[in-house]
């Protein structure tokens, strides 16, 4: 009867809801937008996560600029993550390709790319080259599934992703929980 009492009490808690873990949360304050508040999904993809976090704590993303924002023809993505947005002039040839040296291996999911979920970016040829750079979608992007690694979504701010403008900066990322 011990047992079928545990498996009871076990089935009760998960039906409730306490089964899911806390998931680690990220605020991100973008200089003149404003600030994002990102939930990250580690059970989608725990090394992806893992390294994103590590790069928030050790301030990485502090005075990182966005590179990259395409809103027109229709809204898509912002990209940011490249440290050489630091100091290079955003026309460089450079910028969009440097990182933090390490390199996290394709961790593909069911994570839907609707508005505001995090996506690792990538070199096309290479689906294990993702580090540092990562984008925010901006509207539903679904044919993204499948190709980019999901792992985290805007839950409070959303409305500051349409404002972003290319050159914007990140003044910090702290995690919040």
């Keep these: 009867m011990g047992g079928n009492m545990t498996l009871l ?4 808690i998960i039906t409730m809801g306490g089964g899911q873990p806390d998931h680690p949360t990220v605020d991100m304050n973008i200089v003149g937008r404003g600030q994002l ?3 990250l999904y580690p ?3 725990p090394k992806t996560v893992a390294h994103f976090r590590k790069l ?4 990485f993303y502090e005075g990182v600029r966005f590179h990259r924002v395409q809103n027109k023809p229709r809204p898509f ?3 940011t993550g490249d440290p050489f947005s630091k100091t290079l002039p955003l026309g460089d040839p450079k910028i969009g390709t440097g990182g ?3 390199t996290v291996p394709f961790e593909k999911n069911d994570l839907q790319f609707v508005n505001g979920t995090l996506g690792l970016s990538r070199d096309k040829e290479d689906q294990n080259s993702g580090d540092s750079q990562f984008f925010i979608t901006n509207g539903p992007q679904r044919f993204l599934e499948g190709t980019y690694v999901g792992f985290g979504r805007v839950i409070k701010g959303l409305d500051v992703i349409p404002k972003i403008e290319l050159g914007d900066k990140i003044f910090s990322m702290r995690e919040t929980r």
Excluded: C, N, P, W
Excluded at 56 to 59: A, F, K, P, Y
């Design 37 to 39: 508040t990102i939930e």
């Design 9 to 12: 009490i076990a089935a009760t």
């Design 100 to 102: 933090s040296g390490t």
């Design 56 to 59: 928030v704590r050790d301030g």
């Design 43 to 45: 059970e989608k993809a």
């Design 77 to 79: 993505i912002v990209m």
